[in-house]
């Protein structure tokens, strides 16, 4: 269906309140699951994180990778197995862990956004000490998985100041040097609390938490802080959606404003998301 310049108008000017709310404001997405492995969404992604930057806002990308790891490690004949749904990361896995995430699907997202117009600077958590990690605790099975201790905002500030989206690899440093393989949410949680964040928005392969996982209609458009328990209890809240509620409660309880779990499989969901009435997803906040 054809749409004339006069609607074309139209749905311009309806999302001028929300330019004008979000305008210099810090959104961090944390990008990953099916959002990239299709070249029609990965494209979708990047224009909407360009435009973004073009009306105003400040993204900043996290990013995972586990399938493409996983990929990697099988055509290098290495074995990988994993406990409670993290990876158990040996010297050599990490090493292939760090080549995927950094050197490989860190450098296709930067291009993808320079390709949209945008300006785009990938970094790892070893760039200027942005992300220091130890080992996470009570998890001395699973080998060199991390977590985060600090972030430095002072590496992120000067280049968001200077018109440039920063696409951060989930890979953190200790003290010592050590490399850690980090959850790219945890990753993402922690950035936005550091940066001031306005929004922490999650890809997802679903399309938000769901009262029923079979019907996407009881699909629940705003949770609260204080609600998560009961549904987590109930079995609402289960698998792999706890960790990504638990990121937005850290975030929320650090001072991000709100958070989002939305449906990477939805292109343009980040727009959705931002720039429309009906919203998109799961949005978390406090209360």
């Known amino acids: 269906m054809m749409i004339s310049s006069m609607e074309k108008a139209k749905i311009i000017t309806e ?9 210099g404001k810090t959104v961090v997405v944390k990008y990953g699951g099916s959002a990239m492995g299709s070249s029609v969404l990965q ?56 080549m995927v995430l ?23 958590g070893k760039d200027g000490n942005l992300i220091e990690a130890v080992q996470m605790r009570g998890s001395e099975d ?31 440093m200790g003290q010592d040097g050590t490399t850690y393989n980090i959850n790219a949410d945890h990753v993402a949680s922690e950035i936005a609390v550091a940066v001031g964040a306005e929004k922490l928005i999650l ?5 938000g938490i769901l009262a029923d996982s079979r019907a996407s209609d009881t699909l629940f458009s705003q949770v609260l802080v204080s609600e998560i328990p009961d549904l987590i209890e109930c079995g609402i809240i289960d698998g792999g959606m706890i960790p990504k509620v ?21 292109p343009h969901s980040i ?11 799961t949005m978390v906040v406090r209360g």
């Not at 999302?15 to 305008?23: A, D, G, N, R």
């Not at 931002?274 to 997803?281: D, P």
């Open 203 to 207: 890809l997802t392969d679903v399309p």
């Open 102 to 124: 950094v050197g490989k699907i860190n450098k296709q997202i930067v291009a993808g956004i320079n390709e949209c117009g945008g300006k785009a600077i990938g970094l790892c």
């Open 43 to 98: 494209q979708a992604v990047m224009q909407d994180l360009v435009l973004l930057k073009y009306v105003g806002m400040n993204p900043l990308v996290v990013h995972g990778g586990g399938p493409e790891i996983t990929q990697m490690l099988h055509r290098l004949g290495i074995k990988t197995r994993f406990v409670k749904g993290m990876r158990v990361t040996d010297p050599e896995i990490m090493e292939v862990v760090e």
């Open 246 to 266: 638990e990121c937005c409660t850290n975030a929320l309880k650090k001072g991000v404003s709100r958070t989002h779990i939305i449906d990477g499989r939805v």
């Open 15 to 23: 999302v001028l309140p929300y330019i004008k709310e979000f305008s």
């Open 142 to 172: 699973l080998g060199y998985v991390g977590e985060v201790v600090n972030i430095n905002p002072c590496v992120l500030n000067p280049l968001v100041e200077n018109g440039y989206i920063p696409v951060i690899a989930p890979v953190g």
């Open 271 to 281: 727009l959705l998301e931002l720039l429309t009435n009906e919203g998109s997803g």
